[in-house]
């Protein structure tokens, strides 16, 4: 089977993951006690005013056929609308969703940058305190909540040293200044407008949240490559390598890093549902406008509509990236097409 | 699998028996070690969870204190160690300082232990309990029940769990078990997994033939025989859960979806603090976050030294 055969089944292989997570959004928010409407309009409200809300969300039909409503909305890629403005809330999300989109990426690089790095060093110098090293660190980051980690390089590298602003995308004159945004992404919007100083303000506000997602996810990197390496590294192949005078870091570099490669495209994969989530909370310290912060709002303005569009998005968005992960994973080793 | 005495890396460093010995008692220290540290550090924490309000200097909910039949009020943002005197020479110390509404910090991390252990001791049960019931069913029966309940399982699995876990909250409210039903449904998924990947593994084995032959009924089979081999598997990831329960506690009470104020709650005091962070009163918020990362610490360290008794595999080939 080629490259392009799997991609085509991979992806049909996507649709009924779609229906089922949609599904379990959908059992979770609709079947589990807990009335929608009572939280969204308050208890004091007379009840023939919840029940008509109720008749207008479509809430007061039996549980089979508010199921066949809901997936036939998304389908149509109608989330309802938000409670208090009344915006679409697909629209709403469209808007945020590119904020999300960057910060993901930048964290996703930054962690394997900074677990890599630290996994190749540790096996490196190999000594008797590299494991422990290693291991300390995956620990104590696995147990800083992301949200306190953020707080603190706030407080550390933003306000006490100065280096980087501690909220927001933009700052307020380039905010005004990038009116016309084309593609929601502030990068090729900046460029499109001829305005390069602005990528830079942009990613002076990026800074930190994404060093805080990354760090929150390099640990498991960090031990991946770490235990890929050792692994390698005891390879009568490397030995050979060795014997025949290449260096070191040649071995390591040419050698170690791409064997590494494959469980480190796994761990990126599995680390997508920590990312999201993480991003929840990364976006609310950082007043990040992405859909994490999204989440939050809903959550403080008590919008039911926003916050089961958010996680609708999120179920999506789950599906696609295990496709991408999976294609690449085939890319990288041919071995797994069957 | 090379083992300690084997040669290793480049062929010249021949590892004795003798060395084999020293450094596996060694490294067995250290686990231990590890083990202990993190006993530890639980004992002490669950003692705060405990003893709460018996034990802490002030009023973790009040901002006066009474002495005799006179109140006092407690002045706010107060740095650690401060000491306010009252009129009758009385003088009072606030350790780690106090917060906007001049709550004593110390006091409320101190009983601020209680909410955020229960809720995750409940999670881990609701969850540990579901999680363990599908996957011995599923793995031991077999057929399109498991093919069902594994898509819905992998599904879940590879969806955020905090996002998961915030959809839950926002719809059940606030409360001790609201808060850990939509924890718990983060972590069924990996309790099926595991239990279920280790019943596949028992059932082929001769005993589970044997008592088949012996006329024993399914349910006995799965429940007395396979069931206590297969929660071996889970002891060791117990606390782990444990640990990422508190974190999810902490998250969902900093997004505003834990307990109702003013009662103290780490996550819920660290969001406060959040809006003093960052004009120098640090202490309302960094206190509370330490705790969380104490706890976690704790759980961690006991789940590394369970895994590596628990999982004497490890220890040979790493």
Partial sequence: MGLRDYVVKRTLLMIPMVFVLLTIVFVLLRALPGDPVTMLEGKDIPEEVLARRRAELGLDQPLHVQYLNYIASVLRGDLGYTALERIPVAEYIAMRLPATVELALAASLLSIMIGVALGVLASFYKTKTTLPVVKVYSSVTFAIPVFYLGLVLQATLGVGAGLFPTGGRLSALNEVELSPRPTGFVILDALLAGKPWIVVDFLYHLALPSLTLGIYLSSVFARVTYLTLAEVTSQDYFTAGRSRGLTKVMLVWRYGVRNAMIPLVTMAGLQVAALLGGAVLTETVFNWPGIGYLVYEGILKRDYALVQGAVTIYAIIVAVVNLVVDVVYAYIDPRIRY | ?318
């Avoid at chain 2, 083990?35 to 973790?60: C, K, Q």
């Avoid at chain 2, 508190?246 to 307990?259: D, K, P, Y």
């Fill in chain 2, 1 to 318: 699998m090379s083992t300690r005495t084997s040669t290793r890396g480049s062929g010249t460093e021949i590892v004795g028996p003798k060395g084999a010995y020293l450094t596996t008692r060694l490294r067995t220290l250290g686990e231990h070690r590890s083990l202990t540290a993190g006993l530890l550090i639980l004992a002490a924490v669950v003692f705060l969870a405990l003893a709460g309000e018996n034990l802490t200097p002030f009023d973790p909910t009040r901002s006066f204190v009474s002495v005799g039949d006179r109140a006092y009020s407690i002045p706010p943002l107060l740095p650690p160690g401060s000491t306010v005197k009252l009129e009758g020479q009385v003088e009072l110390l606030f350790v780690l300082g106090t917060d906007h509404l001049g709550r004593d910090v110390l006091s409320r991390i101190v009983s601020g232990a209680r909410f955020v252990l229960t809720v995750a001791l409940v999670a881990t049960a609701i969850s540990a309990a579901i999680g363990v019931t599908l996957g011995l069913l599923s793995g031991y029966l077999g057929g399109a029940l498991d093919r069902a309940v594994s898509l819905v399982m992998d599904s879940m699995y590879a969806f955020p769990g905090l996002v998961l876990a915030i959809a839950v909250a926002a719809l059940l409210g606030t409360g001790i078990l609201n808060m850990a039903t939509a924890i718990a449904v983060v972590y069924i998924p990996s309790y099926y997994r595991m239990v279920r990947s280790a019943v596949l593994s028992l059932k082929s084995l001769p005993f589970v033939d044997a008592l088949r032959v012996m006329g024993m009924d399914t349910p006995s089979i799965l429940f007395r025989h396979i069931a206590p081999n297969a929660l071996y598997s889970i002891i060791a990831v117990l606390p782990v859960n444990f640990a990422d329960a508190v974190i999810t506690e902490a998250a969902l009470s900093f997004l505003g979806l834990g307990i109702s104020p003013p009662t103290p709650d780490w996550g819920y005091d660290l969001n406060t603090g959040r809006r003093y962070f960052l004009s120098g009163h640090w202490w309302i918020g960094a206190f509370p976050g330490m705790m969380i990362v104490l706890t976690v610490l704790g759980f961690l360290l006991v789940g590394e030294g369970l895994g590596e008794r628990f999982n004497p595999r490890r220890l040979i080939r790493r």
